[in-house]
């Protein structure tokens, strides 16, 4: 399993949610990833989800 981290921030650059998940592959953190920022209703908000690499598996602008 590898760790992946999961920031999201606001418009202003301001680090509003930081949190680190394990998954088994890229494809696995991009569904948790995108599960836990519609739980914590971050869908909308600047973020994104990086792999222990420095590779993005989820980005929204």
Wanted: proline letters at 3%; glycine letters at 8%.
């Amino acid at each position: 399993m590898k760790v992946y981290k999961l920031t999201v921030f606001e418009q202003t650059g301001e680090n509003i949610y930081e949190d680190s998940f394990e998954a088994a592959t890229d494809d696995e953190a991009k569904k948790i990833g995108k599960g836990i920022l519609e739980e914590k209703g971050y869908v909308d908000h600047t973020h994104r989800c990086a792999s222990p690499l420095g590779k993005l598996v989820l980005f929204h602008p």
